[in-house]
């Protein structure tokens, strides 16, 4: 059974930091690419940031790009994304999600609000 568990998500302040893991389980987390995407629901779900297979990869949305840093334990079948500066703007609900060819894994989520 595909697992994506979401954690470390809460209400923080302006200038908080916050750090995001993912769980994964029943599936090769090796061989997927994975990402952090965040929704809200005046907006459509978009990227946030993305990981290749190795690590050695990343790629990051232009309005967290300097704050956020996505990264992978293979050994461990995590994914972590640390946030840094936090703005109002952040505030979303970040989903976890494994990509392989065209097979997409996603988690429940979970909220991240700040706010002062």
């Known amino acids: 059974q595909v697992q994506l568990e979401e954690s470390g998500g809460g209400l923080v302040q302006p200038g908080d930091s916050l750090r995001l893991s993912c769980a994964a389980s029943?599936?090769?987390?090796?061989?997927?690419?994975m990402g952090w995407y965040r929704q809200t629901p005046e907006k459509e779900r978009e990227l946030v940031a993305g990981?290749?297979?190795?690590?050695?990869?990343?790629a990051y949305a232009d309005s967290v790009k300097g704050r956020f840093t996505i990264s992978r334990d293979n050994a461990k079948n995590t994914l972590t994304l640390q946030m840094h500066s936090l703005k109002p703007d952040d505030t979303a609900v970040y989903y976890c999600?494994?990509?392989?060819?065209?097979?997409?894994?996603w988690g429940k989520g979970t909220l991240v609000a700040v706010s002062s």
């Open positions: 990981i290749s297979i190795s690590g050695d990869t990343t």
């Open positions: 029943g599936f090769a987390f090796h061989l997927y690419a």
């Open positions: 999600n494994a990509n392989y060819y065209d097979v997409d894994y």
